[in-house]
């Protein structure tokens, strides 16, 4: 039962479909290390199995090899002894010769008995023959799928690390994308913006004031040449005269 339960558990691995395996599983990693595991611990299974098989088989033969041989002596001893009994029987022995015909049937009993004996084993021999043929190819189709294990392992983790420095070069670009309003770059530049359109508006307030002042000087000039003028009328000048000989009224702010 122990060498069926083997030679089951390798047929159902070298028909086991890893792809689709990797496919169900929702961590192709861990996986595929059980799966060698699992595979390594059916292939020291099986190797255990298959020599214990292959000894036993050994055994057998052996033993039909010995029956054979020993039907093949006791074959030449019958014809030892026959041909004795007819050498004595020619000479007249006849008491003797009949006591070697019977040795010789003894031996040609033996000789049955070990045919029977080499006959009987033979469809065993046959039959543990072609199992260890077939848990051979099992093992062999199990090495082969083990080997496809761990080159799927090998590329799976290679691909896997690839992805990851790829989403690690993705994430960083974005972090640093200046161009995207929510970067703390956007917002640090937003900030900058706002505080030069403050100072803009505070130049330009400054800038009204100044304007402001010089207005207000022009019409304080005007205000004192109009007073200069009237006072040189009420002095008796003629307006024009008045408007020449006025004079300048330099202005104090």
Partial sequence: MAKQSIFGRISTLVRANINALLDSAEDPQKMLDQLVRDYTNSIAD???AIAE?????RLLERDHQEDVQAAAEWGNKALAASRKADQLRGQGSTTDA??????AKIALQRQISEENQAKAVEPTIAAQTEVVDKLKDGLNGMKQKLEQL?????E???RAKTAEAQNKVADAVKSIDVLDPTSELGRFEDKIRRQEALAQ???ELAASSIDAQFNQLEDVGEL???EARLAALKGGAQPAQAAID???VPYTP
């Fill in 46 to 48: 099986a190797e255990a």
């Fill in 53 to 57: 098989t292959i000894g036993n088989l």
């Fill in 98 to 103: 009949d006591k070697f015909d019977n040795l």
């Fill in 150 to 154: 761990k080159a799927k392992r090998s």
């Fill in 156 to 158: 799976l983790l290679a």
């Fill in 201 to 203: 508006g505070k130049q």
């Fill in 224 to 226: 004192t040449e109009v």
């Fill in 246 to 248: 006025a004079p300048s």
